[in-house]
């Protein structure tokens, strides 16, 4: 091949080059080739970079100083964002807070996960040693110093996180299943000052992106309208966890339940007794509205779809306000089974075990560890030390409103044994939402889950001891694959000690008085690892 020839494939190489620049870069100097999302050029804000290409190129070694220039100038662009730059460094994510006080719940407004970037105000501000006053994500907080990389050793890092995000600049934006607005497919939404790595275009109105804060999406889409978004060459930053934008926005139809208790949710929009009763509403939990019929809303909330009378539902913006208001810092497991500890620690011994498809109220979050409320049981309000690691994404912590819960009541049997074992679960269903008092035994006024089995089984002839310890002791050893409705259900505390029981009441649920927050429930039967299963009835 002759030199013009060569200089010919030379130049027109590098003039590809430049007009896919942005997703070369990408491949070349982030991920070395491994990324297959290309961002269109004109999408990015520095499409200039590419106006400086020389008349005539003759030699490799020159297409390799304009790349390394490329490269060079992109990553002063990215690094001019920050006075003085950090890098997060941990295992997972660590809580981003309002104020330098790691036991407080409430001033947690945001997440920091591993490789995130800051722009540092303070180190140690004055009254807070071991604290960072930093930057990030559009939010001004503090951060624990010890998870911070600084000065050049932060600067080597950035060249491997650089990737092409998309920052949010209006308050919220829904995040979807799909490259369309519809109802229904809304999993998410990001607030102002978020950045998302984004993965692909999707047409000219949407981007595929990596949101990595939503439990079990891996990929999801948002608007790549200019008035929405911006799309260029950045870090990660912080995550809001911002009530009213990360709890009103997961419903594209807000309904809120007005009920202190719960609501049965139906197959059917009228009252048909126990025979329609598909789900049970909580009060003040939420629900997208999928439409109206006769005077009954059909409402979609958690795993149930179904029917509740209108009147019980608030909307618009009372639904808002009762939201904000109601939403809770809740963990949602993200495997099928995760180690509880009763310290912050993997050096202490896990005592039970926490499943998913459940969520749990929160108590505290420290870095790298939340700590969840799974029951107050019968031991006088014990701590129990119920602390779960955030490592490796297995949980994720937000707010969030309570959900429908899934439940069938049992219907009539000809076996006389399970027509009775019906009617009691029946019974103890229908105080699902009132108090939990410790040391009562009203289903009506306030029980506690001792309390609770022994008044509900009281009421059809059954007596048990007072104490779930001593209820363990009675009736008959039953196993998981053959319990029935009615049998009580187990758990122990951290010392071993049997502290807390339910009754199956089948379905693969448990309804229990479980705490003050929570009142009487229904749970997966192993919301946490059951110790023992005992037939009480007697049949």
Known sequence: MGSEAKQRILLISVLIFCVLIMGLLIRVLVRGGKQEAVVE???LSSESECTAVPETISTESQIQRLTDQIQADTLQRVLQQYATLGIVKCDSYINFRSAPNQNDLTNIMGELT??????????????????????????DGYMSKRYLVTGEEAVAMVPELIRVRATVITDHLRMRSGPVIEDGNTVGSAAKGEKYEVLERAGQSWIKIAPDNIDTIDTCYMSADPQYVTIDYGLDEARTLNLKA???????????????????VRSSPKEDGINNIVGKFPGYAGCNILGEEDG???????????????????????????????????????????????????????????????????????????????DAGDDDGEDQGAFVSTRDNNVTVQYALQEAIEYYPAVEAANAAMAFRNKIVNFACQFVGNRYVWGGTSLTHGCDCSGFTQSVLKNFGISVPRVSRDQARTGSKVTSANMRPGDLIFYANRSGTINHVGMYIGNGQVVNAASTRSGIRIYRWNYRTPVAIRNVIGD
């Open 41 to 43: 050029e004109q999408q």
């Open 114 to 139: 591993n490789g995130a970037a800051v722009n540092i105000l303070e180190m140690d501000p004055e009254g807070a040693e071991g604290w960072a006053h930093v930057e990030s994500g559009g939010m």
């Open 246 to 264: 990360k709890v009103l926005n997961m419903y594209d139809h807000l309904g809120v339940s007005l009920a202190s208790d719960y609501i049965n």
């Open 296 to 374: 009954w809303y059909k409402i979609k909330s958690g795993p149930v779809t179904g029917y509740v009378r209108k009147d019980l539902i608030a909307t618009g913006d009372t639904a808002q306000n009762l939201a904000v208001q109601h939403a809770q810092v809740m963990a949602i497991v993200n495997t099928e089974s995760l180690n509880v500890r009763s310290e912050a620690s993997t050096d202490s011994k896990a005592w039970t075990a926490v499943t998913s498809g459940q969520r749990y109220n929160v108590l505290n979050q420290l870095d790298g560890w939340v700590q969840l409320e799974l």
